[in-house]
């Protein structure tokens, strides 16, 4: 169900995870000044704060320009202590030569207007001692301030204030946290206290998935209770696909015989048997006309030519949010994930491809996910998120800013503006890693960056969540409200079982290293389809990381993303070569071999060899 990621061109800073078992707050330094040049009067404000652990920290800026406009900025410091260092960066360029640290602005946060901030970070390393830094500069001026009480803590709210950017929290690790065992609810925060006490059923919160239980979709829970081990996880929470307009009524694909109302009755039920915590249950709207334009699998049934907006707007959205609306889900959280692989196909995908081309010119994927926005928006208890596709499509900064930019767009034109969308989802149905734990963008091998592997491809992400923090961080520059939230697939991206590293390659050829070292089992970071050797990944949970609101399993395990050989069906669903285990792939995967299992049903149909390879590679492991 996903299309192939297209790579752009080389430009951009990245950001991954360091990885550590406990967070200590170690405070905040703001720093003011003004100056006067023969060109302009630069004046600025720098907020610092950090969390640490032993050996490693990660860090949050927020530049505000008190001055003339800026066209242009580069914030330098240094560090106090010799042995802290900069282990990978994001919303800027980051270099560091001794204890020197410079920051360079990326194209889509280089102006900054009298009054306007932006906000950047990074993660390190420190030996001895980790003291913060004082002595800030923009554009050589400097910035000297008096420290302030610390503005994050190990509790760390989920709301987000203006001068918190969302790194990835340290406390982050490939491996499950201790508190949280496999019987937790699914999609709950693990910090929840016993003694939480929610807002009223229906109100309209900033994370829908904080202190609420999961919506088992008894459909996906049946058939992976039929698979040896499956009901282990049988009581996650998966999301429900609206792939077609008969799917709203009689179920998507396969064993999924339930519609929409029928879904959000059973989830009444649960919810009333579920106590006082909130229930969310996700929905995934998928039904575009020329939808996932540059792929297959997952063609849908609506065409552009053929009145497929119109159609789409009467004969879809209206009847979902017709249902939605009925007052005996009021109170529910109903998340909607909003036409994946829509709008990134707009960025990459239009010369190579006609129906994308069509759904450029014609208008009908901004039009369609407007109109998505503006009816689903509507409904008080209803939240949305756009699909954003993942780090190995829109990675690169040919890729990155345009589709910052077109979000904005696409937001902009709705009735509420950007206050429409509550947060954006990446990996939707992929297999992207969630953490590279044994090297980062930053990393050299025998003098090369591993930007220059074959792996990385020059691209300035190398995981999943780092994507998914720089993304919105970038939003929320653009003009997104702070309370911007985003979600990560992680249904098929653990990689655990014996092909998975334990530790970083010791090689010194850059290609070697990387392949040694990577999670990511695939071939090519292009692949897609029924990836062979995959594993279910992180378990739902609320709050992860700060900027993140939850883990979500959206692509349901064991459900197919297309088949090889063409199956006579009435979804619009064609045969992909993609999903052929013998394909030796395109340009747009390196012509690598595609990686994907053989003997795969269409896309949304139970796959029992998938589910249970991901069920066997599992990380964390599902004891």
């Known amino acids: 169900m996903r299309s192939t990621p297209r790579p752009g061109a080389v430009s951009s800073t990245v950001r991954r995870g360091l990885v550590a078992a406990a967070v200590l707050a170690i405070g905040s330094t703001a720093a003011v000044a003004t100056a006067t040049s023969a060109s302009a009067a630069v004046s600025c404000k720098v907020t ?3 969390s640490q652990w032993q050996g490693g920290m990660s860090a949050n800026l927020t530049i505000q320009n008190l001055g003339d406009a800026l066209s242009n900025w580069t914030l330098t410091f240094t560090f106090p202590n ?16 001794g204890s020197n640290v410079s920051a360079t602005a990326l194209d889509w946060n280089k102006s900054l207007a009298t009054g306007a901030s932006t906000s950047l970070g990074f993660n390190g390393t420190w030996t001895s001692s980790n003291p913060s830094p004082t002595d800030f500069k923009i554009n050589g001026v400097s910035c000297n301030g008096t420290p302030q009480s610390p503005s994050q803590s190990p509790s760390q709210s989920p709301s987000r204030s203006p001068s918190q950017s969302p790194s ?22 693990p910090s929840q206290s016993p003694s939480y006490s929610p807002p009223p059923p229906g109100t309209h919160v900033d994370n829908p998935y904080s202190g609420a239980t999961g919506y088992v979709n008894p459909d996906w829970s049946r058939s992976a209770s039929n698979e040896p081990g499956g009901s282990k996880i049988a009581n996650t929470s998966t999301a429900v696909w609206l792939d077609r307009i008969a799917a709203i009524s009689s179920g998507s694909a396969g064993q999924n015989s339930m519609g929409l109302r029928d879904h959000l009755d059973e989830a009444v039920r649960q919810d009333a048997a579920n ?20 792929a297959l699998a997952s063609n849908g049934e609506l065409k552009i030519a053929n009145n497929g907006l119109a159609r789409y707007k009467s004969e879809y959205i209206d009847v979902i949010a017709g249902i939605m609306a009925d007052s005996k889900y009021s109170n529910l959280r109903i ?22 081309q069509e759904a450029q010119s014609s208008g009908a994927y901004v039009q369609g996910v407007q109109y998505a926005l503006n009816k689903l928006h509507a409904i008080r208890n209803v939240y949305t998120y756009i699909d954003a596709a993942h780090h190995a499509w829109l990675g690169w900064d040919t890729n990155f800013g345009p589709v910052v930019n077109l979000f904005h767009q696409v937001a902009s034109g709705t009735t509420a503006g950007v206050n429409s969308v509550d947060g954006f989802i990446t990996n939707t149905a992929n297999f992207a890693a969630l953490s590279e734990p044994y090297f980062t963008i930053n990393t050299s091998v025998n003098g090369q960056s591993v930007r220059q ?11 999943e969540q780092t994507f998914a923090v720089g993304l919105r961080n970038a939003l929320v520059a653009k003009g997104f409200p702070n309370t911007l939230g985003m979600l990560i697939d992680t249904s098929r991206n653990g990689w655990g079982g014996s092909a998975r590293p334990t530790k970083a390659s010791t090689s010194t050829n850059v290609d070697t290293f990387v392949n040694e070292s990577r999670v990511d089992r695939r071939i090519h970071a292009g692949n897609w389809c029924n990836q062979s050797g995959a594993g279910m990944g992180e378990r739902p949970r609320a709050n992860p990381a700060a900027g993140l609101d939850a883990y979500v399993w959206i692509k349901p395990p064991g459900e197919s993303d297309g088949a090889s050989a063409q199956i006579p069906n009435d979804e619009g669903k064609g045969a992909d070569p993609m999903c052929d285990p013998t ?40 004891s």
């Open 168 to 189: 990835q929290s340290p406390s982050q690790s490939p491996s499950q946290s201790p508190s949280q065992s496999p019987s937790q609810s699914p999609s709950q925060s």
């Open 453 to 463: 592997s074959k792996w990385v491809d020059w691209n300035y992400y190398v995981d």
């Open 335 to 356: 998340v909607t994930v909003i036409e994946p692989d829509s709008l990134p196909n707009l960025i990459t995908n239009v010369s190579n491809f006609q129906a994308c």
């Open 275 to 294: 106590g006082s915590a909130p229930l969310t249950i996700q929905v995934v709207i998928y039904d575009l006309p020329n939808r996932d334009c540059s």
């Open 48 to 50: 610092y704060s950090a």
């Open 583 to 622: 394909y030796h792939g395109n340009s747009l995967n390196g012509n690598n071999l595609s990686g994907a299992l053989a003997g795969a049903p269409l896309s949304g149909h139970w796959f029992s060899a998938q589910f249970q390879q991901l069920l066997a590679n599992a990380y964390p492991p599902i």
């Open 82 to 97: 010799s042995g802290q260092k900069v282990a990978q960066g994001w919303s800027a360029n980051w270099s560091q030569s």
